[in-house]
């Protein structure tokens, strides 16, 4: 019997309990689970009535950091012959728009934590341009808060506002917001006006500073210090607006020495005024995995245990301030990054920093990520895919046009494919010996259902570089009654990546749909493979 995939299972399910599991649906799962001779080893059930979350879009966010090229040279780049009359790249906000981004973290990162954001208002002849201490190149501020604004309608996107609560006070905090939401008659609001905009932006979800438990951070603070700056700055927002959405700065990743720590003891100073707090994570292989590409493609496993790990600090702090209030979590940074350290930096304007070349395993990894996020989307509302373009990004431009790199793939089969409820799966999958992570399923499946549409997405990661696996898809409560789409995402060499001159060396194909019967779909998924079905299910009479 092939050993059952606990994580998936847990992680999905957990928030309805075992015990809620229907008498005669955990029969039928375990008469599933002794396989009959020739049939298929690995198994996946799932019951539309067991349901993980209703799909917050903002699961699927991004983010631009003045760093690099991002902005300038990627989403803004005024005279150029593909910039439109307000200096965005025409066939940047084309691929935005196309990918269907919902929400994009601006302007930080490590920048925003020295940022003034009165240098990037008002007219451009009066803008200064400074020296970013964060990446220590030049900021022409050319591009400021209103600007962003503009290109996130124009985008079809909202915005994550992050605020300067490193060198910052709460009050500068706060007279941002009162820029941007409040309609007239302040000095704040006025200035807006005065600046050519008369309506308020209404932004709704803010970052209150960025990792601040980094020594690295300007403004590197204690968690009760920053825990109690961040309770101000929030009640002073919530005096200019009550209806936003605020999240605080967590731990920077599970390296730091004061990971969780940190989250308990800043949470102590503003739970109460807050509505989410922060994660960050890069995953990469030096020094993580040594090269070992069957661990590297596990990784994703290591993002389950950070959710579950911090979302137990938010639940322990809860109990001990004995408030019924639960707070989400906003993982608004993470993706592949381990390469590019480096680049041409120094005093100079958008030099090409932090530029990722991304390849096929990254891809694959990046699409283990993505079902980690669908698995913890109870309490993970908002996630950010670090960072959008140039810049340890899926899209990369250069002065002819753009190239979707391989992450882009995974990235845009969630955005395009996973709507309406985020389904538990019960997933039996033959494993294999991870150093540090012991007993790894091969197979690791996430599943979304959009009850409007009847549309169901089962997406599927095969850690199994040398083999394919076939499983057994076991609908509960709704029969799969056609294929409406079947692609993988593979290749024979896991380091090929795309570029200008070969854009689709790493491309989706379309793969063999699987065998529909009533209510079991039989699936083959390559070897090393990230694959999306696409199933019209319905409720039976």
């Keep these: 019997m092939s050993p059952v995939n606990r994580r998936n299972f847990i992680s999905g399910a957990s928030a309805l309990g075992l015990a809620s599991l229907s008498g005669s649906w955990w029969n039928n799962v375990k008469a599933a689970r002794q396989p009959a001779t020739g049939s298929s080893q690995a198994q996946v059930f799932i019951d539309p009535a067991f349901r993980v979350s209703q799909l917050d879009r903002n699961l699927f966010g991004s983010f631009l950091e003045h760093l690099g090229r991002a902005i300038y040279g990627g989403v803004f780049e005024p005279g150029s012959p593909l910039a439109d009359a307000d200096g965005f790249r025409k066939d940047v906000l084309e691929e935005i728009r196309g990918l269907g981004v919902p929400i994009v973290r601006y302007p930080g990162g490590n920048f925003v934590s020295g940022y003034e954001w009165l240098n990037g208002v008002g007219p451009e002849k009066d803008r200064p341009t400074v020296l970013d201490r964060a990446w220590h190149t030049l900021e022409p501020n050319r591009f400021g808060t209103d600007e962003f604004m503009l290109w996130c309608k124009q985008a079809g996107v909202q915005p994550l506002m992050g605020m300067n609560l490193g060198s910052g006070t709460a009050q500068h905090a706060a007279d941002l917001v009162e820029y941007c939401n409040v309609a007239k008659g302040t000095k704040w609001s006025d200035l807006r006006r005065a600046n050519g905009h008369a309506e308020p932006y209404g932004v709704k979800h803010w970052c209150l500073g960025n990792e601040m438990d980094g020594p690295w951070q300007i403004g590197h603070a204690t968690a009760q210090k920053y825990g109690l700056k961040a309770a101000d700055a929030a009640r002073q927002i919530r005096a200019i607006d009550p209806s936003v959405f605020l999240v605080a700065c967590g731990s920077s990743g599970p390296s730091m020495p004061t990971y969780l720590e940190w989250d308990r003891q800043m949470l102590e100073q503003c739970y109460d005024v807050v509505d989410a707090v922060s994660l960050h994570r890069y ?111 899926p899209l990369l431009t250069n002065e002819r046009g753009v190239l979707r790199q391989t992450i882009y793939y995974p990235y845009a089969w969630a955005l395009h494919y996973c709507h309406g409820e985020v389904l538990s799966a019960v997933v039996e999958s033959p494993t294999y010996e991870v150093p540090g992570l012991g007993q790894v399923p091969y197979l690791d499946v996430a599943v979304t259902r959009d009850a409007e549409s009847g549309d169901a997405t089962v997406l599927v990661l095969n850690r199994d570089l040398d083999r394919s696996h076939q499983f057994d898809l076991h609908w509960q409560g709704a029969t799969p009654g056609r294929v409406v789409s079947s692609e993988v995402l593979t290749g024979p060499d896991l380091k090929a990546a795309n570029t200008f001159e070969e854009p689709k060396k790493v491309f989706p194909a379309t793969l063999e749909a699987p065998r529909v019967r009533g209510a079991q779909v039989t699936v083959e998924v390559p070897a090393k493979s990230y694959c999306a079905f696409r199933f019209a299910v319905d409720k039976p009479a």
């Design 283 to 393: 995953f990469g292989d030096a020094g993580e995995t040594g090269g070992d590409s069957r661990k590297y493609l596990a990784m994703n496993l290591t993002m389950d245990r950070q959710i579950e790990e911090v979302q137990a600090v938010c639940d322990l702090v809860r109990g001990r301030l004995r408030t019924n209030k639960t707070l989400a979590l906003s993982f608004d940074e993470w993706n592949v990054w381990y390469r590019a350290r480096n680049g041409d930096g120094g005093e100079k304007q958008a030099p090409h920093l932090l530029e990722e070349v991304y390849n096929l395993e990254d891809a694959l990894l990046v699409g283990g990520l993505l079902n980690t996020l669908l698995r913890h989307s109870n309490r993970v509302r908002i996630a950010c895919l670090a960072q959008l373009v140039n810049v340890i990004a």
